[in-house]
């Protein structure tokens, strides 16, 4: 058997693929239709311009799914692995919300360029980056909490690790972007989409699309570290059938099926 056949593990690997898969497809259609500049240009700039933004938004709409599905499975993993720790419990329910939040985001970033709904597109943003780096700190909680017993002290460690590189790019981001949108770098520095090393503001471009990337990279990191947990869980679906037919009739006992939710004959 595969390492990516046992359990969910293929999960957080697909959402890590798909979602870079989009980054980059969007990135070169860009670039080759000359929409964008070939160095380091926002991500969200890659997906503003036809036709890139059609492939942009379907495709980052299925990684916000994908997310969902991740941080779902991950949340009934720590509830099953600690049933009466309350402070986990509470930590786990948090984690989920903030991480439905973040993939809330991703799908209005997906579907709402800045080009069009700039408000929109920040506030979706914001979302993204802003829950999804809370929803890395409270699993990096969860994990400190859950080791040595249930795993291994360097699992916590590299999640650690992982939330200070996404920390410091998210300071860097935050400072040098609202240092360049509020200080008097022209009225287009919003919408632009072309940067030359001469225009003003430059310097701060670059700092935020670099830290925004390096953000990006430090969620894929991060996800990554599911990959062996997931090996040890899989989820099932039970139907709970009240009746032979579905006609109007008096309910009455039937054998429930209990099958895999994601079958391994495919």
Not at 30 to 57: K, M, N, Q, W
Not at 74 to 100: D, M, S, T, W
Not at 179 to 186: K, T
Request: glycine share 6%; hydrophobic share 50%; aromatic share 14%.
């Amino acid at each position: 058997m595969w390492w990516f056949q046992q359990g969910l593990s293929f999960l957080p690997s697909v959402l890590v693929i798909w979602t870079f898969a989009t980054f980059v497809f969007s990135y070169i259609t860009a670039i080759t239709l000359h929409h964008v500049d070939p160095a380091l240009p926002y991500i969200s700039d890659t997906g503003t311009v036809a036709p890139e933004r059609c492939l942009f938004g379907i495709m980052l709409n299925i990684a916000a799914v994908l997310g969902i599905a991740t941080i779902y499975v991950r949340y009934k993993q720590v509830h099953a692995l600690n049933p009466e720790e309350n402070l986990i419990i509470k930590f786990n329910k948090a984690g989920l919300v903030l991480g439905i939040l973040s993939c809330l985001g991703l799908s209005v970033v997906a579907n709402f360029q800045k080009s069009t709904l700039f408000v929109a597109h920040v506030c979706g943003g914001v979302l993204a980056f802003g829950m999804g780096s809370l929803y890395m700190f409270v699993q990096t909680i969860l994990s400190y909490q859950m080791q040595p017993k249930i795993h291994s002290k360097q699992v916590f460690w590299v999640r650690l690790l992982l939330v200070i590189w996404c920390g410091v790019s998210a300071l860097s981001m935050l400072t040098c972007s609202s240092v360049l949108y509020s200080s008097d770098f022209g009225a287009d520095v919003v919408q632009k989409l072309h940067w030359n090393p001469e225009d003003k503001g430059y310097v701060l471009h670059m700092v935020t699309t670099a830290a925004e990337w390096s953000m990006s990279f430090s969620f894929f990191g991060f996800f990554l570290t599911y990959i062996r947990d997931f090996q040890k869980i899989t989820l099932q679906v039970e139907a709970n059938l009240h009746g032979l037919t579905l006609y109007d009739t008096v309910p009455c006992p039937v054998t429930n099926e209990r099958t895999p939710l994601l079958s391994r004959d495919f």
